[in-house]
């Protein structure tokens, strides 16, 4: 893994936080931070697959009951699942 330097600006508040944290748990500065940085972007993506995954879903729901509202009366007793199945296996 090739390592490259950087500079950052962080508030003297943080800077105690974490020079006293890394102290504590025995780990360097830069071990820290490369952690941190991995956690964060971890979280975020998590965060945003799971937001896209609840409107994928909500978008299905609402398309669903469109689509019931729609058909009402052409579909008898047939369960959507029913439908799909029967759809599915015509192709």
Not at 23 to 49: D, G, L, V
Request: hydrophobic content about 30%.
């Amino acid at each position: 893994m090739i390592m490259k330097k950087i500079n950052i600006t962080i508030p003297e508040k943080n800077l105690k936080e974490i020079n006293d944290f890394c102290k504590n748990e025995n780990i360097n500065k830069s071990s820290f931070i490369r952690e941190a940085a991995a956690r964060y972007i971890s979280n975020i993506t998590r965060q945003r697959e799971e937001e896209q995954k609840n409107k994928d879903m909500k978008w299905a729901k609402d398309t669903m009951e469109k689509l019931r509202k729609k058909s009402k009366g052409f579909i008898n007793s047939k369960s959507s699942s029913e439908i799909i199945r029967e759809f599915r296996d015509r192709k």
